[in-house]
């Protein structure tokens, strides 16, 4: 497929895929940019984690995950899925300092899941669902664009979950809960937690919560619960917190 033509190409910048595409490659030529797409089309979650129930090693080498039917393995950049049909035992293993997935969706409620070894980098979104748990626990932290919890749980076992400027922590359609032993950081001015009716019920009880740039806007809708958001987090930095929205927003032991 072609998808733009020119007269002339000039600089040393370029153009990729994001998230990048397990069945497609862009070229960037000389007088155009064209995408090449292979047999079996294209799929935004194109990787379903599969696992070997022995070393559940993340790299760039394993055929540990599924492209359809077919084994394969992961490149960086692409879209991940993490369901109950994949091994969650023993952890997932990150093996290189980092991965940086463009999206990494977890749905689990058979299953819970641990990623641990090195880090997860970019700006790829976290989005959580099902009642399982997603278990983080890379000392390296978690370096992340918006998170979205629309049910289950994630724990962050020593690691820091960094939000990327401009990017939403959000409590969607059922009650969800980020909690551990770890560290939830802005990375820049900008940062929402969002929480909506259907979410009523919420928590966030990780160790701290760091607002040491500009505190967050914490956005509240009005749910059935009597705490439509807890925060049980030490809270640290000295940004303001600012609470939007007819919720109750409860601070505990702070």
Not at 48 to 54: F, I, K, L, V, Y
Request: net charge negative.
């Amino acid at each position: 497929y072609t998808l733009l033509t020119y007269a002339a190409k000039s600089g040393a910048g370029t153009l990729s895929l994001f998230p990048a595409l397990h069945n497609a490659t862009l070229t960037v030529g000389d007088t155009a940019v064209t995408l090449a797409v292979g047999a079996g089309g294209l799929s935004a979650n194109a990787l379903t984690w599969q696992g070997d129930g022995s070393a559940n090693a993340w790299d760039t080498a394993t055929s540990n995950w599924f492209f359809g039917a077919s084994s394969t393995a992961y490149a960086e950049g692409e879209a991940v899925t993490f369901d109950d049909t994949g091994s969650a035992s023993p952890a997932v293993q990150i093996t290189s300092a980092a991965v940086s997935p463009g999206a990494l969706t977890v749905n689990n409620a058979a299953k819970n899941y641990m990623i641990g070894g090195g880090a997860i980098n970019g700006g790829g979104a976290l989005s959580k669902a099902g009642t399982g748990a997603l278990s983080l626990s890379s000392t390296a932290g978690y370096h992340t664009g918006p998170v979205t919890v629309n049910g289950g749980r994630i724990t962050c076992n020593g690691s820091d979950l960094n939000l990327a400027a401009g990017a939403t922590l959000t409590f969607n359609n059922s009650p969800g809960t980020l909690d551990g032993a770890g560290l939830l950081r802005r990375r820049g001015s900008g940062n929402k937690v969002a929480v909506t009716a259907t979410a009523s019920g919420s928590s966030i009880s990780i160790t701290e919560l760091n607002l040491t740039d500009s505190g967050p806007n914490f956005d509240v809708a009005n749910g059935a619960s009597d705490s439509d958001l807890t925060v049980s987090s030490t809270v640290s930095g000295g940004g303001t917190l600012n609470k939007n929205g007819a919720g109750t927003l409860m601070l505990s032991g702070i």
